[in-house]
């Protein structure tokens, strides 16, 4: 049984290499090294069983990686993705060209100030702005919907520069 | 005998319970016509028999209209009492209203009334009106709406419904009431946003936008049999609709190919035809009472303005010249006045365009109003603004001079679509 074990955990290592060939595992189990040959009766360290973390391969699970980030920010009556969150917006480009069974939503939103349909309407200028700067990088449409929830769903729901600030926003949503 | 009279009382104790039991909500008189009628409405006979009293609800409407002044009387005065006219002249009343109710035998409450004219002694009007238990407020109304027409020359918009969206905690809800903010009832309930609602020409639909496909799609949900269709739920977003005179198509904005535009479609979502095709944002389309212009708001010159085009297509012509910001046009019945938002120094404010002649005035004291929405009698318009921090309704004649308002008991009111005239 504990050969077994060790086959089932050594088998699973290897699917995992070779499903995922830009991830490598760089660290080998450790292997029990035997001191010099006394003979001796017990041999309790042939019983080690060292733990092996599978990391998810998904870089989109990542959350320290640049694509944990789904929100980019506008600011007032701008409706153009700032250089600062190119390179988001430019990780999650390259995400959807590599995995074409991925679709996403991107959802755009205002401020709580003005008309409920001109803001929808401006907040779908947001999710276009993104969208179409996914378009230049390459991902097709059939990745990509851009709808807009205007001023009716604000994250932050205080009346003051900060929280207008906050719900000028983008999201990318994977389906 | 007995057992009748036992079994009516629970039957009239059940309906108020019912009645009682939605939310209602409340008016404030805050401001009145230059001129107003003196009127005496008294005590119908045998007003008490039915759930409502017919006085009581002809007193609130006429008060509510800003144009008559209520003259406190405690008679009782049926259709067939003595009148003594020098009396109520003199007692400064130029109209007075008298009826009674009656039961029938099959359950309906027979309404007279008349309306009587104190300076030439004679009658003005009669009505005779017979309804089920549960649209005796209708009765109501109904005279209100006779008094209204006989005395001021237009028809009166008292026995006509309002449709609102509702939002508590995380509930949003599309409510129906009446004119006044009595009999409420449900239409729809969502944890997801409802905006834009917008009744049917015939008023037995609404059209409105909900998110609960998470997403802007176009719906229309007939209020009698529930069943909802959806008219537009392309690729993006899909709002804004406004149905055309005959109820058979309905104009609405989408963005399917890429910004937002006006289309027209049908009411059953065949048929999708572009309308507008500019570089910039097209949306809130209107179609005139005529059916043969669409008004709506664009950016196309830099910030919103409102803007009519022919419902064929072709150029469109601006409207809107004052200020940087003018959306959410609505146009009177008689194609006269055009209703809207203007964002001046930081507040939104209604104002109405007089389109003969180009003056603009503006209706309201508040600083966040938003989605007017005219009587079918062109007199009033309803809109959505903010009163101590929660959203309410408020409702001024076009001459800005009468005022009202309508609040829930929690939450917040918006986007009132005032219904037509019906039978």
């Known amino acids: 049984m504990r050969s077994f074990t060790t086959f089932t955990v050594l088998v699973s290592s290897a699917i995992l290499l070779s499903a995922c060939s830009s991830v490598k595992l760089d660290e080998k189990p450790p292997v029990e090294e035997r001191a010099a040959p006394a003979p001796v009766v017990s041999s309790n360290n042939d019983r080690a069983v060292e733990t092996v973390t599978a990391a998810s391969t998904d870089p989109l699970d990542d959350k320290n990686g640049i694509l944990a980030k789904r929100s980019i920010y506008f600011d007032l009556d701008s409706y ?6 190119k390179p988001v917006v430019g990780a999650h480009g390259q995400y959807l060209s590599t995995h074409k069974t991925r679709k996403i939503i991107i959802q755009g939103n205002t401020d709580e100030r003005g008309g409920r349909e001109y803001n929808l309407a401006l907040g779908q200028k947001r999710a276009e702005a993104v ?41 990318i949503v994977y389906q | 005998m007995m057992k009748n009279l036992f079994l009516r009382t629970l039957a009239a104790i059940a309906l108020m319970a019912a009645t009682l039991a939605h939310a209602q909500l409340r008016v404030e008189i805050s401001g009145v016509g230059a001129n107003q009628i003196p009127i005496a409405i008294a005590g119908f006979a045998d007003e008490s028999l039915s759930p409502q009293r017919i006085s009581a ?56 009334y008349k309306l009587l004219d104190t300076i030439k002694s004679s009658q003005l009007s009669a009505l005779a009106l017979a309804a089920q238990p549960q649209f005796t407020r209708v009765s109501g109304h109904k005279i209100a709406d006779d008094i209204y027409e006989k005395l001021l020359g237009a028809r009166g918009a008292f026995a006509t419904r309002i449709a609102y969206v509702t939002k508590a905690g995380r509930e949003y809800r599309l409510e129906v009431a009446d004119s006044d903010g009595e009999s409420t009832q449900v239409a729809l309930r969502s944890n997801e946003p409802i905006i834009s609602p917008a009744w049917s020409p015939d008023g037995t639909k609404v059209a409105y936008v909900s998110f609960e496909n ?10 009698i049999n529930r069943q909802r269709t959806i008219v537009a739920n392309y690729k993006g977003s899909n709002s804004a609709p406004s149905w055309s005179p005959d109820g058979s198509k309905l104009a609405i904005a ?6 937002t535009q ?43 303005q409102i803007y009519k085009m022919s419902v064929t297509g072709g150029e469109a012509q601006r409207v809107t010249f004052n200020g940087s910001y003018n959306i ?11 209703a809207y938002i203007s964002r001046r120094e930081g507040r939104f404010q209604l104002y109405a365009l007089d389109l003969t002649n180009s003056q603009e005035q503006r209706l309201s004291d508040t600083t966040k109003d938003e989605s007017p929405s005219f009587s079918p009698n062109g007199k009033y318009i309803m809109y959505a603004t903010e009163s101590g921090r929660r959203g309410s309704l408020a409702v001024v004649s076009v001459d800005s001079r009468v005022k009202h308002s ?18």
């Open chain 1, 80 to 85: 153009v993705v700032k250089d600062e969150f």
């Open chain 1, 131 to 171: 969208s179409k700067a996914l378009s230049t990088l390459g991902v097709p449409a059939s990745q990509i919907e851009a709808v807009s929830f205007g001023k009716e769903k604000p994250k932050a729901t205080g009346s003051d520069d900060a929280s207008w600030a906050e719900n000028r926003r983008s999201d």
């Open chain 2, 57 to 112: 609800i002809i007193k609130a409407d006429l008060s509510r209209s800003g144009y008559f002044k209520i003259i406190d009387t405690d008679k009782v005065m049926s259709e067939t009492t003595a009148v003594n006219f020098s009396e109520w002249k003199s007692r400064g009343v130029d109209a007075l209203v008298v009826g009674s109710v009656q039961r029938l035998v099959d359950g309906r409450f027979d309404v007279r």
């Open chain 2, 214 to 223: 998470k997403k802007p799609v176009v719906y229309v949900q007939d209020l």
């Open chain 2, 254 to 259: 989408l963005s399917r190919d890429g910004l």
């Open chain 2, 262 to 304: 006006v289309y027209v479609i049908n009411a059953d979502g065949s048929n999708l035809r572009r309308l507008t095709n500019s570089n910039g944002i097209d949306t809130e389309p209107q179609f005139s009472a005529d059916g043969q212009s669409i008004y709506f708001t664009s950016d196309r010159s830099g910030g919103p």
């Open chain 2, 328 to 338: 959410s046009p609505r146009i009177s019945p008689d194609g006269k006045t055009l």
């Open chain 2, 406 to 423: 309508l609040t829930t008991q929690a939450g917040d009111i918006r986007e009132p679509t005032w219904g037509p005239f019906m039978k």
